[in-house]
């Protein structure tokens, strides 16, 4: 299970939701930009190339917005 990190709110900035991670690329080309479907790590899903970090962080697009998961 992916968690992902919600938007900012006035109570608690840090709430964690479960979500589903997507079982095959289904995004339409115009929302991707960088993010790019990989199958062949842990967990299938879309990813975004962190070069501070030097590797790919996985994403969920929710209510069009990006988000980070942490796994």
């Known amino acids: 299970m992916a968690q992902l990190l ?3 709110s006035d109570t608690n ?3 964690l939701s479960q979500v589903q991670l997507r ?3 289904d995004l339409p080309e115009h929302v991707l930009g960088q993010i790019k479907w990989l199958n ?3 967990h ?3 990813y975004l190339w962190d070069e501070e970090l030097n590797t790919n962080r ?3 697009f929710v209510d069009n ?3 980070y ?3």
């Open 6 to 8: 919600e938007p900012l």
């Open 13 to 15: 900035p840090y709430t």
């Open 58 to 60: 996985l994403v969920k």
């Open 40 to 42: 062949f790590s842990e």
């Open 65 to 67: 917005n990006w988000f």
């Open 23 to 25: 079982t095959r690329p």
């Open 69 to 71: 998961l942490t796994t």
């Open 44 to 46: 299938l899903g879309y």
